[in-house]
């Protein structure tokens, strides 16, 4: 008797183990009306959990999006926006200008006197014309240029040239940063006569070329980045500095009543032609 009641229970739970086997394979389809027939159909977990991800999905980007303000998302945009600007200008300011087209800087032609020509030439009243390159040689031969200020920690002055352009001209200035890391700064240029005192009296403007935007005037730049003339005031020492290395020639200008007209790859010095206000072309 014990024998065959513990068969009986062996078989009810063996019966139970294989309904839950098969139940987890087969559902019941309960729902047709007038049909008693019990339907086994094959579960298909793919489109069940699509759907139930998709949901999650949804239901995550809902709760992001509850807690994401109008404002924290344009301040977001914003400082994007901004660090960005700040990337581009600084890699600007640090990628040099390409001076190969500044005739004289870098060739080994030897160079004209330009102090006694400038002297003698003002002396008698009579134009002079100077090419760009015998400006550029004359300053690569006579001019020893040393970096100060704070840069001359670690930077060291590699040269100094012009380029002339119609109505302006660009004082390069070209620093190294170690031995592969080259850094160019450029002020723009410009001179005009003006009465002071009753007496026409030579003025140089930091300033020339196409403005920077709208009205804004260009003064120059840093790298190859354009920067506005009340900003480049800063590098005004550095040319003080350079017209104080040539006090002969300085001296010879203010005095004979000459001033510089640029154009496209030379300077012309004329006297002034008349003692009223006169503006450099």
């Not at 920067?227 to 500095?241: C, D, F, G, N, T």
Request: hydrophobic share 35%; glycine share 8%.
């Amino acid at each position: 008797m014990a024998a065959g009641e513990n068969r009986r229970r062996n078989s009810k739970r063996h019966r139970k183990d294989l309904r839950a086997l098969w139940g987890s394979l087969f559902r019941r389809d309960d729902d047709i009306e007038g049909d008693d027939m019990t339907h086994g159909t094959l579960y298909e977990p793919e489109e069940d959990d699509i759907g139930a991800e998709h949901a999650d999905g949804l239901t995550r980007l809902r709760q992001i999006w509850a807690h994401v303000s109008l404002w924290k998302l344009a301040a977001l945009v914003l400082f994007i926006l901004l660090v960005g600007t700040l990337f581009i200008g600084v890699w600007r300011m640090w990628r040099p200008q390409d001076l190969s087209d500044i005739q004289g800087y870098r060739d080994s032609v030897p160079s004209r006197n330009l102090t006694r020509l400038i002297c003698n030439k003002t002396a008698v009243g009579e134009p002079i014309i100077i090419r760009e390159d015998d400006v550029n040689r004359y300053l690569r031969d006579t001019c020893c240029i040393k970096q100060d200020g704070f840069f001359s920690i670690f930077a060291e002055a590699r040269g100094v040239a012009f380029r002339f352009h119609k109505g302006y001209a660009e004082l390069v200035i070209e620093r190294s940063f170690g031995p592969i890391c080259t850094q160019t700064t450029t002020v723009n240029i410009s001179f005009y006569v003006e009465m002071a005192d009753g007496r026409p009296q030579l003025k140089v403007s930091l300033h020339g070329g196409e403005p920077i935007w709208g009205s804004i005037p260009r003064g120059g730049s840093i790298g190859r980045m354009a920067i506005p003339q009340k900003h480049i005031i800063v590098l005004q020492p550095a040319l003080e500095s350079l017209l104080a290395c040539y006090p002969d020639i300085k001296n010879a200008v203010e005095q004979h009543g000459y001033c510089p007209y640029f154009e496209d790859g030379r300077v012309e010095l004329r006297p002034y032609p008349s003692p009223q206000t006169t503006t450099a072309h």
